[in-house]
Structures are given as structure tokens and as C-alpha cells.
């Protein structure tokens, strides 16, 4: 009985860190996407309150906006760079820890064989 809870809790732990290197591999393909080619949306309307006139254009120093945008794209891709990093730290170890615990799990098969 202990040999099959042990073998469960193998098989368990074993899905576990596959699901660790799928997570792991689809947050660092998503943050590589993102690093090179990120999506922008920036809008320089703002609403007023004259009827006919909906949107106009706001009076910004929009050389001072676009620092602010500039920085603002520097700071995400440096986030990206962050995500991805752990991403990668993840996958490594989800897979050694498969590794382990699939090795262990083949030990067991190879005893109970005998």
C-alpha cells in the first residue's frame, strides 16, 4: 500500500511540473512577443464640454508627452525582461524537478518488476 501512495504522490508531483514548464514556456513566449513587439495605445484627446465640438485636441508640450511615453515603454520593457526572466527560472525548475521525481518513478517500476 505505502509503494502505490508513494507512486501516486510520484505521478502527482510529476503533473504538477509539467504544468509548471507549460506555464513557464507560454509566459516567456508572451513576454519575448510583447519585448518585440509591443502594442501601444496612446490617445491625445481628451473630452470638453462644448457640444458640437466632442474631442479636442489637448494642450499639452507634447515633446514632455512623449518623454513621458518613451519612459513609459522603456519601464515595460524592462517588466517584460523581469517576466521573462522568471518565466525561464520556472521551466528550469519545473523540469529538474520532473526529472527527479520521473527517475524516482521509474526506480519504482524497475523494483516492482523484480
Not at 502527482?12 to 510583447?34: E, K, P
Not at 511615453?69 to 519545473?94: D, F, P, T
Request: glycine fraction near 6%; charged fraction near 25%.
Amino acid at each position: 500500500m505505502t509503494s502505490n501512495m508513494r507512486i501516486l504522490y510520484l505521478y502527482i508531483v510529476a503533473f504538477i511540473t509539467l504544468g509548471m514548464i507549460v506555464g513557464g514556456v507560454v509566459s516567456a513566449v508572451y513576454n519575448f512577443a510583447n519585448y518585440v513587439c509591443p502594442t501601444d495605445y496612446v490617445f491625445f484627446q481628451e473630452e470638453t464640454e462644448d457640444e458640437d465640438d466632442y474631442y479636442e485636441y489637448n494642450s499639452v508640450d507634447y515633446e514632455e508627452e512623449n518623454e513621458r511615453i518613451e519612459a513609459q515603454k522603456r519601464n515595460y520593457k524592462r517588466q517584460y525582461i523581469k517576466n521573462g526572466i522568471v518565466s525561464v527560472i520556472v521551466v528550469a525548475l519545473g523540469g529538474a524537478l520532473y526529472k527527479y521525481h520521473w527517475g524516482m518513478l521509474e526506480k519504482e517500476r524497475n523494483k516492482k518488476e523484480e
